[in-house]
């Protein structure tokens, strides 16, 4: 589910920013996480790590900064791989942080999070609230493996409390790297900014075959339609987007019927030709690496996660 970049921050913060230079005040609660570290009061107020990356002040500062930096994204890689290496089968699921528990949208997650959890799959969020922390909920609640993926933000949330296993990052590409290397395909329910962001990279990533075969599942017809309506009639009709590229994503209502096309895109992974189906030590076998089609995404790496 997506990064939770949907929350604004508190007038309070904002107006902390103000003439303060990039230094940020420390969230409501008082804690802040960057990476691995937690951060309160005085210590609190540091600036984001990507926006430090990304914030060049003047040329040749890279040489004395930057190599450096290196490190610390390598050192997330490293930690990111270390912790989910041994996961087995997952899906990474999307959806806004703004989902109220108790609404619709919530308990959709929730059901969504349990049927990933009778499937055998373990379920990946960003670890944050709203449908997030529902999926997780669900994830638990189906004694399945429930992961959170944070991110460094300007208005800190913290793991929500349904994760078993979570690992905070200060770079979002070191964290969008792991949403897509340990996972079978993604789950997409109602969300904003953060949750479309998520969305068309998994789709641009199908498209150009830089993963193969990987379902990308939407959740809420009506959420989704006018979207979906859009890029036909505006991006296809003036020739920005194939038509085929449409395909790379299918829209339902059940939870159901969602999970089941998942399990379905790695089954056409372990066996692309319908024979000699392939094995593997996780349960979802690791038979080839078949070409799939564009359709829904085609193959699925087998064996969980992609070189």
Do not use: C
Request: hydrophobic content about 40%; proline content about 6%; cysteine-free.
């Amino acid at each position: 589910m997506g990064m939770s970049t949907e929350p604004q921050p508190t007038p309070d913060q904002t107006a902390g920013n103000a003439g303060s230079g990039r230094r940020e005040v420390p969230p409501a609660n008082g804690i802040r996480h960057k990476g691995p570290l937690e951060l309160r009061r005085k210590a609190a107020k540091v600036t984001m790590s990507d926006q430090t990356l990304l914030d060049t002040k003047g040329p040749g500062q890279f040489v004395h900064t930057d190599p450096w930096r290196v490190l610390r994204i390598q050192s997330e890689f490293v930690e990111g791989f270390g912790a989910l290496a041994d996961l087995g089968p997952a899906v990474s699921v999307f959806g806004s942080a703004r989902t109220v528990p108790g609404s619709l949208n919530y308990e959709l997650a929730v059901d969504v999070g349990r049927k990933l959890a009778d499937a055998g799959l373990a379920v990946i969020t960003g670890g944050g609230p709203g449908s997030m922390e529902a999926a997780n909920k669900g994830a638990v609640q189906g004694n399945g493996v429930s992961v959170g993926l944070g991110i460094e933000l300007p208005f800190e949330q913290g793991m929500n409390q349904w994760v078993d296993l979570g690992i905070n990052f200060r770079y979002f590409f070191a964290r969008k790297t792991m949403f897509v290397k340990y996972a079978q395909g993604f789950i997409v329910l109602p969300g904003g900014l953060g949750t479309l962001d998520e969305l068309f990279e998994a789709m641009v990533l199908v498209q150009t075959r830089k993963v193969t075969s990987f379902p990308i599942v939407l959740i809420g017809t009506a959420f989704w339609s006018p979207m979906l309506e859009w890029l036909q009639t505006t991006l296809v009709a003036e020739g920005m987007m194939a038509e085929e590229d449409l395909d790379l994503v299918q829209v339902v209502d059940d939870p159901a019927l969602a999970v089941e096309l998942i399990v379905e895109g790695a089954a056409r992974h372990r066996n692309p030709t319908g024979n000699n189906p392939g094995t593997g030590s996780n349960g979802m076998g690791n038979g080839g690496m078949g070409n799939g089609g564009m359709g829904n995404g085609g193959a699925v790496n087998g064996n969980g996660p992609r070189a």
